[in-house]
C-alpha cells in the first residue's frame, strides 16, 4: 500500500499570504489529486492529474510535483480558504488518502 | 447534473449489520464505478472499495473484505453498500463517490454510521 504522508499536519494564514501543502508518497506515482473538505461537508476536488485546475477552483489554487513529492499552493489565503486539505493517489492499489493538512486562517 | 443522494443516519448495535445507499442521477448509472470511502470522526479518507453497477464487478481494499459488501440496483440507479459484525470501530461517516478517472468528481454528502448499545 502506497502510504501519503502530507505536512504540516495543521497551519495558520493570514489573509493574503502565500500556503504551501506537502504530500510525500512511500513509492513513485503518476499523479497526485487534491481535495478540500470543510466542517460537515464532503470533499471537493481542487486539484486532478497533479496540476490541473478543477471546474470552478480559483486560480490561486496550484498543485506540482512529480516522483514522490506533491505539493499544494495556495498563493494568496483567503478565509474561505480554511478547511481540510487531503491529497489521493490511484496508481496502485488500495487507492490511498493523505492523513489530511488542517488550515485555519489567522 | 451529477447528484448522489445517501440515506439518512443510522444508530445501529454492536453485532448487527447496516446497509446504507446512494441513488445517482444526471449521468448514466451502469457506465461509471461507485466507491465507497469511510471518514472516522476527526480522521482521515480511507477507500473501501468500488462496483461496477454495469455487471456487478466489484474491487475491495482488503482491509474491508469481510466488512463491506457493495451490490447495485440498476433499476433504481442506486448503489449499497452493507457493514457486517458493527464494532465502534465502524462508526464513521460513509461516502459514495463517482469518479472520472482517476480522482472523485462527485461526492454524496455522506451517511452518519454511529454502533452503540
Known amino acids: 500500500e502506497i502510504v501519503l504522508t502530507q505536512s504540516p499536519t495543521t497551519t495558520a494564514a493570514s489573509p493574503g499570504e502565500k500556503v504551501t501543502i506537502t504530500c510525500l508518497a512511500s513509492?513513485?506515482?503518476?499523479?497526485m489529486y487534491w481535495y478540500q473538505q470543510k466542517s460537515g461537508a464532503s470533499p471537493k476536488l481542487l486539484i486532478y492529474s497533479t496540476s490541473s485546475l478543477a471546474s470552478g477552483v480559483p486560480d490561486r489554487f496550484s498543485g506540482s510535483g512529480s516522483g514522490t513529492s506533491y505539493s499544494l499552493t495556495i498563493n494568496t489565503m483567503e478565509a474561505e480558504d480554511a478547511a481540510t486539505y487531503y491529497c489521493?493517489?490511484?496508481?496502485?492499489?488500495?487507492?490511498?488518502f493523505g492523513s489530511g493538512t488542517k488550515l485555519e486562517i489567522k | 447534473q451529477v447528484q448522489l443522494q445517501q440515506s439518512g443516519a443510522e444508530l445501529v448495535k454492536p453485532g448487527s449489520s447496516v446497509k446504507i445507499s446512494c441513488k445517482a442521477s444526471?449521468?448514466?448509472?451502469?457506465?461509471?464505478?461507485m466507491h465507497w470511502i469511510k471518514q472516522q470522526p476527526g480522521n482521515g479518507l480511507e477507500w473501501i472499495g468500488w462496483i461496477y453497477p454495469g455487471n456487478g464487478n466489484t474491487k475491495y481494499n482488503q482491509k474491508f473484505n469481510g466488512k463491506a459488501t457493495l451490490t447495485a440496483d440498476k433499476s433504481s440507479s442506486t448503489a449499497y453498500m452493507q457493514l457486517s459484525s458493527l464494532t465502534s470501530e465502524d462508526s464513521a461517516v460513509y461516502f459514495c463517490?463517482?469518479?472520472?478517472?482517476?480522482?472523485?468528481?462527485?461526492w454524496g454528502q455522506g451517511t452518519l454510521v454511529t454502533v452503540s448499545s
Open positions: 444526471g449521468y448514466t448509472f451502469t457506465s461509471y464505478d
Open positions: 463517490a463517482r469518479p472520472r478517472a482517476n480522482w472523485f468528481a462527485y
Open positions: 489521493q493517489q490511484w496508481s496502485s492499489n488500495p487507492l490511498t
Open positions: 513509492s513513485s506515482v503518476s499523479n
